[in-house]
Each structure stands twice: as C-alpha cells, then as structure tokens.
C-alpha cells in the first residue's frame, strides 16, 4: 500500500510561481507511473502531469504546457510540480496519483489508471 502527500500550495498572485510536492511512504515508488491531476469548483477533475517510471517521459494538459514542469526525485521518492505564470484559471485542489508497475515508459492521462491518491492540496491564483 502506497500513501501519498501533497503540499505547497497556497495563494498567489497570478503570474506568480508555486512548488507542489507529493511524498510517497509505504513502499518506493520507483517502478510506478506518476501523475497530477487537478479540480476546481463545480469541474470534474482533470489531468495536468504525468511522469514516467524511468522519468524519462512525461506528458503534460495543453493548458499547462509551457508553464508547468513536473519531475521526481527517487532518494527522497517524491515527484514535484514546478508551477510558473500562474494564472486564475489554475485555481484548483491538486492531486498527487501513483500507477503500480507501469512499465518504464507509460504515461497515464486517465483517473481510472492510477491505483492511488493523495488527500489535494488547495491552489488560488489571485488575479
């Protein structure tokens, strides 16, 4: 069993920078697909970043390209999503997932392929 746990969010004024964070615990996460995903107020939640096991590939929402980076780091077995130009429309909670044994290579775009999720962290981009 595989917990997750987001942070960094927080207020900022649009065009501003933020860092997310997602620490996973109970087993490493080095052979699973990772992704975020992200819901604002009366919206479905929607796919932002997805980060191949070997992070080698990723894959990012059109709405975010250009300004969102995600990444991850296998000693400290967490994956970051570096948040640039923000703007209001970003406003959103922004959820953590993890794949189990994704393969190398694969990157998930779909809530239904990911087996585990975090609690979200809360964004608000002032305009």
């Known amino acids: 069993q595989v917990q997750l746990v987001e942070s960094g969010g927080g207020l900022v004024q649009a065009g501003g920078s933020l860092r997310l964070s997602c620490a996973a615990s109970g087993r490493s996460t080095s052979a699973y697909g990772m992704g975020w995903f992200r819901q604002a107020p009366t919206k479905e939640r929607e796919f932002v970043a997805a980060?191949?096991?070997?992070?080698?590939?990723?894959d990012y929402a059109d709405s975010v390209k250009g300004r969102f980076t995600i990444s991850r780091d296998y000693v400290k077995n967490t994956i970051d999503l570096q948040m640039n130009s923000l703007e209001p429309s970003d406003t959103a909670v922004y959820y953590c997932?993890?794949?189990?044994?994704?393969?190398?290579?694969?990157?998930?775009?779909?809530?239904?392929?990911?087996?585990?999720w975090g609690q979200g962290t809360q964004v608000t981009v002032s305009s």
């Open positions: 997932a993890a794949r189990r044994y994704s393969g190398p290579y694969a990157l998930m775009t779909e809530q239904d392929e990911y087996d585990y």
């Open positions: 980060i191949s096991a070997s992070g080698s590939n990723t």
